[in-house]
């Protein structure tokens, strides 16, 4: 299997494992991350780790891999199955947490900015696809210059400087830049879990579709949460008094 994946208490721990190509991306392991979101909706998973064997994250595609002779039907059924890991890390019934190290380049840099949050540890992002001749393809177009900004984003796409996880964290973009990415990234999984579900899951929700909406469409999103939150009962138990 090219991906790793437990279930514990809750939290879904999924490893991308193609350490000796850097977990570069195949079509076998687009297929199998697409089997363990499945199984972590299966699972009840409120959480999702996603994170990489080896020495990095994902160095994006596999350059080495033989280019597929195709029709552009086949082509455009190849990317969109690709585009499907981050149809599955947005729309995911929980909390998606990135917990990267080394490179996270091309479609591992889109998996990551992809998900809910982000832990690093000597991280490398990049986007070298207009040097090869590419396009992105993993919904960066939108996500990128929302997380950056317009010309942030181009002049990353353009020149296809890597940037550090430090520099994302200055950004805002990365919760935390630590040595431990994935025990960190699993002390914030529980301290997630510690949350009432319903409330975290619409929170999620509310800043994801607020990116697209405009005012008065958020405002009525809220609204609408609102009352889920009120009829979940959630909002029922103990509150801490933070003035003691």
Not at 111 to 128: E, N, Q, W, Y
Not at 172 to 191: N, P, Q, T
Request: proline share 5%.
């Amino acid at each position: 299997m090219t991906v790793d994946y437990s279930c514990a208490e809750g939290v879904a721990q999924v490893h991308l494992n193609r350490p000796e190509r850097l977990n570069a991306v195949v079509p076998a392991l687009v297929e199998d991350l697409l089997a363990a979101f499945g199984r972590a909706r299966e699972d009840g998973a409120r959480v999702v780790v996603l994170a990489g064997r080896g020495k990095s994250f994902c160095a994006g595609h596999d350059l080495k891999e033989p280019v597929p002779v195709e029709t552009e039907d086949e082509t455009r059924a190849r990317l969109e199955r690709i585009q499907d890991v981050t149809r599955a890390i947005r729309d995911y019934p929980g909390i998606v947490i990135a917990a990267v190290h080394g490179y996270a380049l091309g479609a591992g840099a889109e998996f990551a900015l992809g998900c809910d949050l982000i832990v690093t540890a000597d991280a490398k992002f990049g986007f070298p696809e207009v040097g090869v001749g590419l396009s992105v393809t993993g919904g960066i177009s939108s996500l990128l210059p929302k997380l950056v900004g317009p010309h942030q984003a181009k002049e990353w796409l353009l020149l296809g400087e890597q940037i550090t996880g430090n520099r994302l964290l200055q950004l805002g973009v990365v919760y935390r830049d630590v040595y431990d990415h994935e025990k960190h990234a699993m002390k914030l999984a529980r301290r997630i879990i510690a949350q009432p579900p319903v409330a975290a899951l619409l929170a999620k929700r509310a800043i994801d579709q607020g990116y697209d909406s405009t005012l008065d469409q958020a405002l009525a999103t809220e609204v609408e949460h609102a009352l889920q939150t009120s009829l979940s009962g959630e909002n029922e138990a103990p509150r801490k008094d933070f003035n003691q």
